[in-house]
Structure formats: C-alpha cells, structure tokens
C-alpha cells in the first residue's frame, strides 16, 4: 500500500526537481521515489562481497574492536 509523504521545500529545489522529472519523463513523485531509492542503495550500505573483504581483514577487525572498547571506556580525544 503506498502512503503520502508532505515534503516542503523552497522554490529553487522545487524547480530542480521539476526539471528533472520533466527530463526522465517522471512525477515528481516518482522521481524523488526513484533518487531515494538510488542513494540508499548506492551510498548508504555495502555490497555483501565488500563486507566480506572487510571482515577478511582481520588486522581491521581487531583494530575496530580495541576503538570500540577505548571509546566504551572514554578514552578518546575529538580532535576539531
């Protein structure tokens, strides 16, 4: 079942994404739909072979480990 979202945004952005959706032939709906998508699936995660790469490294693995528990434990420095 779809839902509907309100997204406010301001005239610039709104002309962007008109154009854009005008140019692949889309709603704006669908295009915004299509755009999240993309980043979520292109940005925000990682493929399985590369999460096997990175498990594979166990120098990594530990390295990560010990930050977690110095971070757990307070000892870390933000550095600006």
Not at 26 to 34: A, G, H, Q, T, V
Not at 54 to 71: A, F, P, T
Request: negative net charge; without cysteine.
């Amino acid at each position: 079942m779809t839902k509907t979202i309100t997204l406010r945004v301001n005239d610039e952005f709104y002309e962007i994404i008109k154009n854009a959706a005008k140019g692949e032939r889309r709603s704006i709906s669908s295009l915004l739909e299509y755009s999240a998508l993309y980043y979520i699936n292109n940005s925000s995660s990682i493929s399985d072979s590369e999460m096997k790469e990175i498990l594979s490294d166990q120098e990594l693995v530990n390295s990560l480990k010990n930050g977690l528990k110095e971070i757990e434990k307070g000892e870390y420095e933000i550095v600006e």
